[in-house]
């Protein structure tokens, strides 16, 4: 029977989608910007080469969670509570992901979109939106632009839809909000089989810097960030991945006003530089991190442990050292200083699966020190300091459990502890440890 070359045509664009779709159910994203190598390729099945392939994934993240006191301050475990509140339900995520790529008629990668967005009780936003494009006459380099993760570190990176912590640690929430930027990356890794070097791969990208924090560039500077990373190397007995990371940026000042730790009568301040020179000079952000992740390669009880260091310079206001979303400026629309202090903070993760890989044991230790400078009782108004500049320790501990391929379920609990000082409010430990009961579906 004849058919329309066209419809036929439709038809076979059709088949290639639906069998996609369906390879997205056993194929689970782990990192936010998934680059291509030959493995990758291979996994997602592609079926045509002269129409491309398009997939869809997503997950949703209902949760209920309890705090130690009405109104505790857990923006980092997912928000603050309301004033008179310390239980809540949440939809702490509601992902939806579409994948487009084409390849090459020798099967290589060519060209890649994808798509994400983020909907939850509180509106829906754009979180992923970004192409690449692959080079292929010495498979080595790829480019991607638009809205994607920035290639620092490995917590950054790693999806939430398989993290098994709730959340990520202080540390990174702070110094990259919402992960992602707006801006262009180029990554070096080789493609061809045989490559000597192709579980190494360089990362160079320049960015906006402000990322999903505000709604657009504000200033003229922008961040440079490089990473060299090793793709997991297999032992006998065990893997090994990790890499070393570094991001050149900073903000340029608006005011002859700016604020710097200085030592004066060897005690630590916050002192003001008044010059005009400081107007249009950039105020420095230059982190420095690196990371490694061991795990053992038994399915049934095998331990992971992952670990990550970042220090260095970081230019935020006189109440946060969050890099700033916009303009930071006061009630009355009045510019504001900045503030850059010198920081430090890690995380270290352990994940110990029981037995069945339905069931894993979670540790999680966090630190971040947002002023290295000064410690405890050093740390008061008088100083020129604030809560900016106080240091949390985070422990969580929890319990992991897979019902099915596409359900799961975390009791999660964190134990947030600050430093004590001078400072009204940070006198003792607050009270903001949480509870989370989180469930996850995907597909």
């Known amino acids: 029977m004849y058919r329309h070359p066209a419809k036929l045509k439709s038809t076979y664009f059709f088949i290639t989608a639906v069998l996609l779709f369906i390879s997205t159910l056993v194929h689970a994203q782990r990192t936010i910007n998934d680059v291509m190598d030959s493995t990758t390729v291979n996994h997602l099945l592609i079926i045509s080469k002269k129409y491309g392939s398009l997939s869809f994934s997503g997950y949703l993240q209902p949760q209920f969670q309890v705090a130690q006191s009405n109104g505790a301050q857990a923006e980092y475990q997912g928000g603050n509570f309301g004033e008179f509140t310390n239980n809540r339900f949440r ?132 961040d440079f960030i490089f990473r060299l990373s090793h793709k997991t190397y297999a032992f006998n007995q065990f893997t090994i991945a990790g890499g070393i990371s570094t991001l050149q940026g900073g903000l340029n000042h608006r005011l002859p006003v700016s604020y710097k730790m200085n030592r004066i009568n060897d005690q630590w301040r916050m002192e003001k530089d008044s010059t005009a020179s400081t107007v249009n000079k950039v105020a420095p952000r230059r982190y420095y991190g690196a990371d490694i992740q061991l795990a053992t390669k038994t399915k049934s009880w095998k331990s992971e442990l992952r670990a990550e260091v970042i220090s260095g310079l970081q230019t935020g206001t006189s109440t946060t050292s969050a890099t700033p979303g916009t303009y930071p400026v006061d009630n009355k629309s009045v510019a504001l200083p900045y503030y850059t202090r010198t920081f430090n903070g890690a995380y270290l993760t352990f994940v110990q699966t029981l037995n069945s890989t339905d069931n894993q044991l979670i540790l999680k230790y966090d630190w971040y020190d947002p002023n290295a400078k000064v410690k405890g009782m050093d740390i008061s108004a008088d100083k020129g300091l604030s809560p900016a500049d ?54």
């Open 91 to 222: 939809l702490r995520r509601g992902r939806l992901r579409a994948d487009y790529m084409m390849l090459t008629e020798d099967g290589s990668p060519s060209t890649y979109f994808v798509l994400q967005f983020d909907g939850t009780e509180q509106g829906v936003a754009i979180r992923d939106f970004w192409g690449r494009y692959y080079e292929n006459k010495w498979k080595i380099l790829a480019v991607t632009l638009g809205l994607s993760g920035r290639p620092f570190g490995n917590e950054l990176q790693l999806s939430s839809s398989v993290r098994e912590a709730p959340e990520r640690g202080r540390m990174s929430q702070i110094l990259m909000k919402t992960e992602r930027d707006l801006g262009v990356t180029f990554t070096l890794n080789p493609r061809w089989k045989d490559a000597t070097l192709k579980n190494l791969v360089f990362d160079f990208g320049i960015y906006n810097g402000q990322g999903l924090a505000g709604p657009g560039e504000f200033d003229n500077s922008k």
């Open 390 to 443: 106080v240091r949390f320790d985070t422990f969580g501990f929890g319990f992991l459990h897979h019902f099915n391929p596409h359900f799961k379920a975390v009791l999660y609990y964190d134990i947030v502890r600050n430093e004590s000082t001078q400072l009204s409010g940070y006198t003792a430990d607050r009270k903001d440890n949480v509870l989370t009961l989180r469930t996850q579906f995907y597909f």
